[in-house]
């Protein structure tokens, strides 16, 4: 597995999952003469070992046909994780599995071959269309009693850790990359539920109040996971700590 991230900004990689090398190093130096900075990966597995040591890519690439673990798959599972456009490669030996739009989880399908033109236009839109600021590194630190780990989706209260569900890993995510601000019910509602199941505005509340069960001293009284009224939510961040570097 390669790795051209000079800075480690995982607020401007993007993730290349193919099994086919020479295709794998194609993308990867065209995107990096683009300007992005770039990570690959040979397979589904290593391509989510890669983000539970790192955290989160800023877009994925994937191929859908590989061995072991299919594009579909990998797509999942960082969906799991956090909210992460992902664009799907598709080989044109075989029939595409879909019709008229693309699979839950995708911004687009791009038929092997194609242009690097047409793969640049796909990857900016995906960027643009992604509502979501930068994705949250691996351990994010909330302050100095509390972190969060999105890729293993754990609470990490001083030396005791809280295992996290899906969606509230997705929730606290959302939450996190817009810390400070207001979330609104809403968005919160159509980003953080997958495409087998619709969320609510019931279901938010129920999964808002589990959150606050896991990670508040106190839940009757919030000290992280706030409500503001008649707007939505915010999660409050000691800011000197969740700098890079610390």
Not at 137 to 163: C, K, P, S, Y
Request: hydrophobic letters at 40%.
């Amino acid at each position: 597995m390669m790795s051209h991230l000079p800075h480690e900004d995982n607020s401007q990689r993007i993730l290349i999952v193919d099994d086919v090398q020479g295709t794998q190093r194609m993308i990867a130096l065209q995107l990096e003469r683009a300007g992005f900075a770039v990570v690959t990966a040979g397979s589904g597995a290593r391509a989510l070992e890669l983000v539970r040591r790192q955290g989160l890519p800023r877009l994925a690439l994937l191929d859908l046909n590989m061995p072991g673990m299919s594009g579909l798959a990998v797509a999942d599972a960082l969906r799991a994780i956090g909210d992460v456009p992902i664009i799907f490669l598709w080989p044109p030996s075989e029939a595409t599995p879909f019709t008229g739009s693309a699979p839950r989880n995708a911004e687009d399908v791009l038929m092997k071959p194609f242009a690097f033109g047409e793969l640049y236009e796909s990857v900016q839109r995906a960027l643009a269309r992604a509502a979501t600021p930068p994705v949250a590194d691996q351990e994010a630190v909330i302050d100095a009693r509390l972190r969060v780990n999105f890729a293993q989706q754990l609470l990490l209260i001083g030396d005791r850790t809280v295992t996290l569900t899906p969606t509230e890993t997705r929730l606290l995510h959302l939450l996190y990359c817009h810390r400070g601000r207001v979330v609104s019910p809403g968005y919160l509602v159509s980003k953080a539920w997958d495409g087998e199941q619709r969320g609510t505005l019931g279901s938010l509340w129920v999964h808002i109040r589990r959150l606050r069960n896991k990670l508040e001293p106190n839940p009757e009284v919030p000290r992280y996971l706030l409500t503001v009224r008649g707007q939505g939510y915010t999660l409050q961040v000691d800011s000197r700590l969740s700098q890079p570097g610390h």
